[in-house]
């Protein structure tokens, strides 16, 4: 009977030593077990994905001697195979790899056949495609290589198959978004166990910049029933054992709802984004309203009340209930809270522009000045104390400009720059269910942005409800105005809101990194240009 442990491991990018120590923490876990094969995700050894670190020549000397270094290390293994992710250069050409290690060699190399090149994936910018099977022996069992998209088609299996491989394992980089962990299922069914392969799935796990990869590792067998499933959102690693070709039972994690999903991968992206990049705590603005609510608690779960701050900064249009409710939030997750008007500061920069406004009305400009001081405050303390700013702003803000540029905009990582506003709701929903942290009043209240007197966003903008159902046809599923006409919406909310989305390309340029959970968000997936006189 052949082990195979599952590593679903939490690479950071460019860190070789820290990665190859917990390459070596779960192989040695594993053969404390009883392992006879470890498979680590894509790119395991350097994180995943480097990016432009593969055009530099040093990254894959550093990988290479990396990697020896690994071997070396599991020597003391006796027989277990490792297969470890890392990028390769070979006389000059450059490669996507998988390498087995056992007793200290490095006794194979497989290259990924299939580069990605679409949504957020530029592969063929850094590599050159591999064309050769890799499949090794074990106890018996005949196992195949493979890297991601490489299954993402049927011709790698086969080739894999036709090369003697009896189990395909896959190492993968596979990023989150909703509803993905069926898709990979069918796609697995389709192009792996429909040729007769079992398949193991070892995905990674944590955030990476805007990505977030969820683990969500499986085993089917050759029917393609699952027989296995790994946690969501969290480093762990299963031992499967085969009994031939044919993998036994394991665990199969319960399901999250969609929402707890997106909320745990929301939270992953917070806690690595600052962990990894070493910043102290975070700091926010609160503002009575969901936004800043869901953000607040995202922050809390991700790092701990004692690394997160809220700033409350009220003018002379924030309602007395936005007071409230954000002390009663902020009581709740126990972090520290702050109070700092910003009526001083409006009233000098309205005295400052008073000649150059004199007989325009108030508009935009004022509410505008607002946001942009709270935004310089935010800033300020960021700068003195060493907490990145969290901004608030959601999608369907984002999609239609309706955020402030250097104000609400001004920040250091955007939480909720995926998240319609719809969604925002649903999250708070399933935050609540586990405890009831926000305020009732925040999720029943009408929004407002609390700019000019008794304000609501619907004032400027269609229900929610209206703006996410087109935002979504248009922005996330391609469809072209009349589609989405025919889809029961009416056609002045549709040219308004393509509209938008099109003459704020700009902002959302300058709009801080935020964590990606659908198919397509503003950012690596959404290359239009800013420049354009195209009109669909």
């Known amino acids: 009977m052949v082990k195979l442990a599952i590593a679903q491991m939490n690479s950071t990018v460019g860190d070789l030593a820290g990665n190859a120590a917990r390459i070596l923490d779960f192989a040695r876990c594993a053969a404390q077990q009883g392992a006879d094969i470890v498979l680590t995700p894509e790119l395991s050894l350097v994180g995943y994905p480097p990016e432009d670190l593969l055009l530099r020549n040093s990254f894959y000397e550093a990988s290479s001697r990396a990697l020896q270094e690994l071997a070396d290390s599991l020597a003391s293994f006796h027989d277990l195979h490792v297969l470890v992710g890392h990028p390769l250069k070979q006389h000059g050409t450059c490669f996507n790899a998988a390498s087995l290690l056992v007793n200290g060699q490095i006794v194979a190399s497989y290259c990924k056949h299939d580069l990605p090149n679409g949504h957020v994936f530029d592969e063929k910018r850094y590599f050159r495609a591999g064309q050769d099977a890799l499949v090794f022996t074990v106890g018996g069992v005949r196992f195949g290589v493979a890297i991601c998209e490489d299954t993402w088609n049927e011709h790698v299996p086969s080739q894999a198959k036709v090369a003697g491989a009896e189990v395909l394992l896959v190492l993968n980089g596979s990023p989150f978004h ?309 889809a029961g919406y009416q056609a002045g909310d549709v040219e308004r809101i393509t509209r938008l989305i099109k003459i704020n390309e700009y902002k959302r340029r300058q709009s801080p990194v935020g964590i990606r959970v659908t198919h397509r968000a503003f950012g690596r997936d959404w290359r239009y240009p800013i420049t354009s006189k195209f009109r669909d």
């Open 178 to 486: 909703m509803n993905k962990q069926h898709l990979r299922y069918q796609v697995m069914r389709d192009n792996v166990t429909a040729q007769g392969l079992a398949l193991v799935y070892a995905n990674l796990v944590g955030g990476q910049d805007e990505l977030i990869f969820d683990g969500n590792s499986f085993v089917l067998n050759q029917q393609g029933q699952l027989c296995a499933q790994l946690k969501h959102a969290a480093e762990d690693m299963q031992l499967i054992e085969f009994d031939g070709a044919t993998p036994n039972p394991g665990v199969i994690e319960k399901e999250l709802p969609a929402e707890g999903q997106v909320y745990d991968a929301l939270v992953l992206g917070v806690r690595d984004y600052i962990g990894k990049n070493g910043f102290p705590g975070v700091l926010l603005g609160m503002s009575g309203g969901v936004d800043s609510a869901l953000t607040l608690a995202i922050a809390v779960d991700a790092l701990g009340a004692d690394k997160v701050r809220a700033v409350m900064m009220p003018s002379p249009y924030t309602a007395e209930i936005s007071w409230l409710d954000s002390r009663v939030m902020a009581d709740n997750l126990k972090v520290r809270y702050d109070e700092i008007s910003i009526n001083a500061c409006f009233a000098a920069f309205t005295e400052t522009l008073a000649s150059e406004f004199s007989g325009l009305p108030p508009d935009a400009t004022e509410e505008n000045i607002q946001a942009r001081i709270r935004g310089t405050l935010l800033m300020a303390l960021s700068n003195k104390h060493g907490a990145i700013v969290l901004t608030t702003g959601n999608k369907s803000e984002m999609a239609v400009g309706y955020c402030t540029l250097y104000g609400d905009m001004a920040g250091g990582f955007a939480v909720l720059k995926d998240i319609a506003k719809t969604l925002v709701y649903r999250l708070c929903q399933y935050r609540n269910s586990l405890s009831p942290v926000i305020p009732g009043r925040i999720l029943t209240r009408p929004p407002s942005a609390e700019l000019r007197p008794d304000q609501t966003d619907q004032d400027s903008l269609p229900p929610y409800e209206v703006l996410d159902g087109i935002m979504q046809l248009h922005m996330e599923e391609n469809c072209a105005t009349d589609q989405i006409i025919a």
